[in-house]
């Protein structure tokens, strides 16, 4: 999920048509032995209204957060999305693997040390787009950190205010954490993503915009869970700087989809889910 994006977070953070980055309304279709789709799959009964409207109810919530950080951040996912052709810019590329390591080290577990070019541009943007719609980001002792990692120093301070205003108590309390952004006992919040393609929209020496398209698994595994976890698909837009040799986010957003067509998949239950986010890490990602 996301700050702003629930997740999410840029100088405006989060997403601008969801704007941050994280849970976005999920449809989910269940085999049931009746007249297949036109995907070769049948269709499952539909979820009860119980747990659709628990379920639509922490979309609006997460939707909220974001809408208000955006606000309050001033920017702007369409100016982003639509600078194309600046110096040096290139057409869409396929996003095929080239060989070169992303980077040598990592900062506080977030990947540092972006080339200088739009391979690291498009490297930078898919790992902030990961640590903007982690778990992490939604735990107050966390999040200086990641905010200072990934966003260039003149924006990081101001930006931290309106993500701890946007994520304050209220706000966790309604999506089933704790002030400290914890799940309760026995409970496991999720909050993963993983890109799926990058796209650079405007690049120069010293400024790029990149778009991130990515998918992720968002809500909380559980038996008495409120907020089961979920998938979503939304694109993430990244203006970045270069700044003291590294690539760091000015601003952000984020808006929902491409989506596929989900497929009749049976759902893992809850304790499937919490053991695969314990035992699978996350990567380092380049193209």
């Known amino acids: 999920m996301s700050f702003g994006d629930e997740h999410g977070h840029g100088n405006d953070p989060g997403r601008t048509d969801d704007n941050f980055g994280g849970m976005g309304q999920t449809r989910t279709r269940l085999p049931d032995g009746g007249t297949g789709d036109g995907y070769g799959g049948a269709r499952r009964p539909p979820r009860s209204s119980r747990s659709l409207i628990a379920m639509v109810g922490v979309v609006v919530l997460l939707i909220a957060a974001i809408a208000f950080a955006n606000r309050e951040g001033g920017g702007d996912d369409t100016s982003a999305s639509t600078t194309g052709g600046g110096e040096g810019a290139s057409g869409p590329q396929p996003t095929a693997a080239s060989g070169v390591k992303p980077v040598t080290g990592k900062n506080g577990g977030i990947p540092s040390g972006f080339a200088k070019d739009e391979q690291g541009a498009e490297s930078a943007a898919a790992n902030y787009a990961v640590a903007l719609v982690s778990a992490d980001i939604l735990r107050p002792d966390a999040r200086g950190g990641i905010m200072s990692q990934i966003f260039a120093p003149d924006k990081a301070a101001d930006l931290e205010a309106k993500f701890n205003a946007a994520y304050d108590k209220a706000f966790l309390d309604k999506i089933g954490l704790d002030e400290k952004g914890n799940a309760a006992e026995g409970l496991t919040y999720v909050s993963r993503t993983a890109p799926v393609g990058t796209k650079i929209t405007q690049f120069t020496e010293a400024s790029a915009t990149v ?62 889910i919490s053991k695969a986010v314990a035992e699978y890490g996350g990567f380092t990602y380049a193209r």
Do not use: H, I, Y
């Open 211 to 272: 778009e991130v398209w990515c998918t992720g698994v968002f809500g909380t595994a559980g038996v008495s869970s409120t907020n089961p976890v979920t998938n979503d698909w939304f694109t993430m837009t990244l203006k970045l700087q270069w700044v003291s040799d590294d690539w760091k986010v000015e601003s952000f957003a984020q808006k929902d989809g491409p989506a596929p067509v989900n497929t009749d998949r049976t759902a893992s239950n809850a304790d499937e």
